[in-house]
Nanobody
Framework: QVQLVESGGGSVQAGGSLRLSCAVSAVSGRSFSTYAMGWFRQAPGAERSFVASHTWQGGITYLAEYTESVQGRFTISRDNAKNTVYLQMNSLKPEDTALYYC??????????????WGRGTQVTVSS
């Protein structure tokens, strides 16, 4: 069973930065480097939504994708030696306030039940 543990959330003022981390363990004999990783978020009263993904394309190539509202402000990356994926969040806005979840998928992250999920880390941005 793949396990994911998020960290790095907190409270910041608008314009500030945070870096979320997601440590992945028990990858079931498959290299972490081949897993698709993603970040999703859920604001109060809203459904969980896609933020960013980092998908293995073969070799050492990955595809990073972002939802439009975070493009240019957030950066997803991974350290395969540490089995960890990161989300660097800059220029934070109050509308970024949400519970942020890390997800892992074998080929891609879908945001559904077939993904592996962490428990989330809270990000609160004040104006």
């Amino acid at each position: 069973q793949v396990q994911l543990v998020e960290s790095g959330g907190g409270s910041v003022q608008a314009g500030g930065s945070l870096r979320l981390s997601c440590a992945v363990s028990a990858v079931s004999g498959r290299s972490f480097s081949t897993y698709a990783m993603g970040w999703f978020r859920q604001a109060p009263g809203a459904e969980r939504s896609f933020v960013a993904s980092h998908t293995w394309q073969g070799g050492i190539t990955y595809l990073a994708e972002y939802t439009e509202s975070v493009q240019g402000r957030f950066t997803i990356s991974r350290d395969n030696a540490k089995n960890t994926v990161y989300l660097q969040m800059n220029s934070l806005k109050p509308e970024d306030t949400a519970l942020y979840y890390c997800a892992a998928g074998r080929q891609r992250v879908t945001g559904g039940a077939n993904d592996y999920w962490g428990r989330g880390t809270q990000v609160t941005v004040s104006s």
